[in-house]
């Protein structure tokens, strides 16, 4: 996108604005900081299972922001997977999920650097701390080095070879936030799970033919509203960036707030706005009642991860004229599977999906009562 777009926004969040290619410049820095502490691919990617990573793991212990994203991309350009850390988690789950991951880095807001102290001395070989400042004003915790410091050291030019290393074999790993059991972190393969997860096909359908004709991709600014901790708004930022568009960041991200989410969209002209529910939507339905807000140019309002009502979905139609709300069922196994567009209740399975026999041996057509996989 850089390569094409050089100059138009790539991501917006409070009073910085960033191009394409500033950010690329910046992710570049992370990966040089990141392979710079030994992190990067252990194994050649044919040699591990496929429940296994042959990749080093950086944990993305943050609040929404530029640096979430900016440590994402770096990540993968040093062929070290991310993995997402729920910051509510108390320093017991923060510690099993650090351990299960087996992290060697850690990005963190200063907020969190309390409960991360009760568990770093626990962790096997974490080689590299990052350490975001925040409004909490705490310290440098030991060990750690400034994150901006540390990108500011570092170069823009990437390795020799590391980019023609890249695969679409190299892993994005989402861990589950252990509503259904413990924690566990889904592995994908890249190329899979853009198409999968982040449904990049083209409009009707169809694989793109190349990199350049993707880059080529209508232009949109989305706000993802819920915390990129969650596969749902990370998912929305990428598949936002991946047609071309601007990734926007309201301005409170400890907590929703509402009148921010809705002044931010207004000032940034934002086309797309995500959300998880009835948990959002009630709020943001209650602010949006007031009248304040000229939101002429949003289109859609995506939803998932969550049930939205009937009653919810008829007021954003009504309240915002032209939107589409957009609802998307999927799994962090299995990515986007069926979707609904407009005020209805029934979702329509993407071509892809299919119904399995309980004995995984014949697909399960409509007509078929055996309750399948």
Not at 124 to 138: A, C, H, I, R, T
């Amino acid at each position: 996108m850089a390569a094409v777009a050089a100059e138009r926004d790539c991501l917006v969040f409070r009073d910085r604005r960033l191009s394409w290619a500033e950010f690329t410049e910046r992710s570049r820095r992370l990966a040089n900081v990141v392979l710079g502490a030994g992190l990067g691919a252990r194994r050649p990617l044919t040699e591990p299972a496929g429940w296994e990573s042959g990749q080093d793991h950086l944990a993305l212990y943050l609040l929404n922001g530029s640096e979430y994203l900016e440590a994402m991309i770096g990540a993968f350009k040093a062929r070290v997977a991310p993995v997402n850390i729920n910051y509510r988690y108390v320093a017991e789950e923060l510690g099993y999920v650090l351990r299960d991951a087996s992290v060697r880095g850690i990005v963190v807001h200063s907020r969190f650097t309390p409960t991360l102290a009760e568990v770093l001395g626990d962790l096997d070989d974490v080689w590299l701390v990052l350490q975001v400042p925040d409004e909490s004003g705490l310290p440098l915790m030991e060990g750690a080095c400034w994150y901006d410091e540390a990108l500011a050291s570092a170069t823009t030019e990437l390795p020799a070879g590391l980019a023609e290393a890249w695969s679409g074999d190299d892993l994005y790993i989402l861990y589950t936030g252990g509503t259904t059991g413990m924690p566990k972190g889904v592995l994908w393969r890249q190329a899979d799970f853009l198409v999968a997860a982040l449904g990049v096909r083209r409009r009707g359908g169809g694989d793109w033919g190349s990199y350049e004709e993707l880059a080529e991709g209508a232009r949109r600014g989305t706000l993802p509203c819920a915390p990129f901790m969650h596969g749902a708004a990370h998912w929305n930022a990428l598949s936002a960036w991946a047609s071309g568009g601007t990734v926007v960041v309201q301005s409170v991200v400890d907590r929703l707030d509402a009148a921010d989410v809705w002044q931010t969209c207004e000032r940034e002209q934002v086309t797309a706005l995500q959300i998880v529910g009835d948990a959002f939507a009630r709020p943001l339905l209650d602010e949006l009642r007031t009248g304040r807000y000229e939101l002429g140019r949003l289109r859609h309002l995506l939803t998932g991860g969550a049930v939205l009502s009937p009653a919810s979905k008829a007021a954003f139609v009504e309240l915002l004229p032209g939107v589409t709300v957009v609802d998307v069922l999927g799994s962090s196994e299995a990515g986007r599977q069926a979707m609904q567009q407009g005020t209805g209740s029934g979702f329509v399975p993407d071509a892809r999906s299919a119904v399995l026999s309980e004995g995984l041996d014949r697909l399960l057509g409509p007509a078929d009562d055996e309750v399948g996989w």
